[in-house]
C-alpha cells in the first residue's frame, strides 16, 4: 500500500496489523483485521465448535466432523476406528487454497503424526449431476461488522469435478473424482469450458443456472437458498466477536473496512448445504465470458456498495454525547435479558447517532444492486442470540427494519427532513432528540407489545430461529 494519503480506496492483499492503524477516516481498505480466523480452517472450525457447545450441535450442524492435528491425533484414532473402514476421511493442511495439499485418506497410519493438519469426515453422500461432484462459490459482502451488515450475491458459481463420482479404494488418489476445485480440474485434459452462465453444460455454471436444474428436479430450491443463508449468517456470527475486538484493537475508524468472502459450500443427495472453506479473498480472475459474466457484474456493485467518499469533515467520527452513552449502555442491558424487550421503544427517542447510523444504512442500501441483504432484516432478530455480546447498532437497525411504519416510505421522508435540518450531526440537539434515563420507565422488560416476524404466514415461536428468505 502506498504511504501517500492521496487515495480514497484500496483492494488487493491482507495488511499487517500496523498499516490498518494508519488508515484515514476517508479511505476503505478490503479487509478486515482478523478476517483470516475464518478463512483458515482450524480457527473457523473452533468458532463452530465453540457455537456448538453454547448452543447445540443441530443448530450449528453444517460442518462435517473434524479433528485439528496434532492436538486431536488420540481422538481422530478412536474415532476412525469406531466408523470402521466404510467411513471416508480427507486432509487439508489449515491455511491453504485451490486443493493445494488436499488429500483423501486411505489409510490411518498415513496421516501424519506431528504435522498441522485438518482431518475431516468426507461427505460421501454428495449431490450429484450428471454423475459428478459439484460444490458452489457463493460471494458474501459484509461492509461493516458493528453493526454487522451482511450481504449475498445472488450469483455465483458452480463447479463439477471432472471424473465421475465414486468412493472406490482405487479412485482415493484421484483428485479430479473428489476435488471441485477450478484450479484443480482445468489441468484435465477432458475439462470442458463454458463460456456462458445461463447454459447448463461444461464444468462450470452460473448459480442462478442451478435452481432451475433443482425445481426441474422437484427439489425447492428456495428453500435450499434459504438454507444457504442461513449457513453464511451463522459462520460470520461464529467468529464476530474476533474479529470485532481486532477491529477494536487495529482501526482508528472501524467504517473504514470491508470484506468479500468466497463461501464453498457442497449440497448432499439430501439437498443440505455443508460449509466446505471460507476465502477470505476469493479468484476474480476471469479466464471465460461465464467469468466475466459473472465476476465483473459483482465486483462493481461490490465497489459501489463500499460507498468510497471523499474528504469531508462531516467524515470524522462524531463523539458520543453522555445521554448517547447511556441509551446505549442502557438498550445493551435490557437486551440481555430479553431480545424482544427493547423493540417497543428504541425508536422513541431518535438522537443524533441514531439517525447517522440509520440514515447510513438506509443509503447504502441504495446502492446495493445485485447484493441482498441478508443481515440485518426482521426475519434475523431471533439470531441476535447467537452474539456473544449485544450490539447497540444490531439492536436499533432490526427495530428499524422491523417497524411498518418506518419501513412504509415515512420513515425515509422523516430522516430527509432530520438531514435537512442537520440534526445527525449536532452535538446539542433540540430536547425532542435527547435520551434521558428517565426514559427508562417507559421500557418493559415484558414483550408481549411486539410480535416476532412471521415467515410464509407461520407464527414464530418463542425460540424456533426462523429460516432466512
Known amino acids: 500500500m502506498s504511504s501517500s494519503k492521496d487515495w480514497i480506496g484500496y483492494y488487493g492483499k491482507h495488511m499487517k496489523a500496523a498499516t490498518f492503524k494508519t488508515i484515514k477516516p476517508y479511505q476503505k481498505v478490503n479487509h478486515l483485521p482478523g478476517s483470516f480466523h475464518m478463512g483458515r480452517k482450524d480457527t473457523m472450525w473452533k468458532s463452530i465448535i465453540r457455537m456448538q457447545s453454547k448452543f447445540s450441535k443441530k443448530e450449528f450442524d453444517f460442518v462435517p466432523q473434524t479433528f485439528i492435528l496434532p492436538e486431536e491425533f488420540e481422538a481422530l484414532k478412536h474415532e476412525y476406528e469406531s466408523r470402521g473402514s466404510k467411513a471416508r476421511w480427507i486432509m487439508k493442511p489449515p491455511a491453504s487454497a485451490r486443493g493445494i495439499g488436499v488429500q483423501m485418506v486411505k489409510k490411518f497410519n498415513l496421516i501424519p503424526r506431528n504435522r498441522p493438519l485438518l482431518v475431516q469426515q468426507y461427505i460421501s453422500n454428495p449431490m450429484l449431476i450428471n454423475d459428478s461432484k459439484c460444490d458452489l462459490r457463493i460471494y458474501v459482502y459484509t461492509t461493516s461488522m458493528d453493526p454487522l451488515r451482511l450481504y449475498i450475491y445472488d450469483d455465483g458459481l458452480v463447479r463439477f469435478a471432472t471424473v465421475k463420482y465414486s468412493t472406490a479404494t482405487r ?49 425447492d430450491a428456495e428453500k435450499v437458498w434459504r438454507d444457504i443463508k442461513e449457513l453464511v449468517l451463522k459462520t460470520i456470527i461464529a467468529s464476530e466477536s474476533y474479529i470485532n475486538s481486532q477491529i477494536k484493537a487495529n482501526m482508528r475508524h472501524k467504517d473504514c473496512v470491508f470484506e ?8 448432499d443427495d439430501k439437498y443440505k448445504p455443508w460449509l466446505i472453506e471460507v476465502n477470505i479473498s476469493p479468484s476474480l480472475h476471469s479466464t471465460s465470458g461465464l467469468d466475466l459474466n459473472i465476476k465483473g457484474p459483482m ?5 459501489n456498495l463500499t460507498g ?6 462531516h467524515w470524522n467520527r462524531i463523539p458520543l454525547t453522555n445521554d448517547e452513552k447511556s441509551k446505549h449502555a442502557h438498550f445493551v442491558s435490557v437486551c440481555s435479558h430479553e431480545v424482544t424487550s427493547y423493540m417497543n421503544c428504541i425508536l422513541d427517542t431518535l438522537t443524533p447517532d441514531d439517525m447517522r447510523m440509520i440514515i447510513e444504512t438506509e443509503d447504502e442500501l441504495t446502492r446495493k444492486g445485485n447484493f441482498q441483504l441478508v443481515f440485518p432484516i426482521s426475519q434475523t432478530i431471533p439470531y441476535l442470540k447467537y452474539f456473544s455480546v449485544p450490539r447497540y447498532y444490531n439492536l436499533l437497525l432490526h427495530a428499524w427494519f422491523s417497524n411498518p411504519h418506518y419501513r412504509a416510505g415515512r420513515g425515509i421522508a422523516m430522516l430527509k427532513d432530520f438531514a435537512r435540518q442537520g440534526l445527525p450531526f449536532k452535538t446539542q440537539p433540540p430536547p425532542a432528540h435527547v435520551w434521558t434515563l428517565r426514559q427508562k420507565s417507559l421500557i418493559t422488560l415484558s414483550p408481549k407489545k411486539y410480535k416476532l416476524p412471521t415467515l ?3 407464527k414464530v415461536r418463542k425460540k424456533k430461529v426462523p429460516k432466512l428468505k
Do not use: I
Open 299 to 303: 465486483l462493481c456493485h461490490v465497489l
Open 308 to 313: 468510497f467518499r471523499l474528504p469531508d469533515q
Open 456 to 458: 410464509a404466514g407461520t
Open 171 to 219: 479412485h482415493l488418489s484421484n483428485r479430479f473424482v473428489h476435488l471441485t476445485n477450478y484450479s484443480v480440474n482445468k489441468k484435465n485434459k477432458n475439462f470442458q469450458a463454458n463460456a456462458d452462465e445461463t447454459v447448463r453444460q461444461g464444468h462450470k455454471w452460473g448459480l442462478k443456472a442451478l435452481w432451475p436444474y433443482l425445481n426441474e428436479r422437484g427439489v
Open 260 to 267: 468479500l468472502f468466497g463461501f464453498d459450500v457442497m449440497l
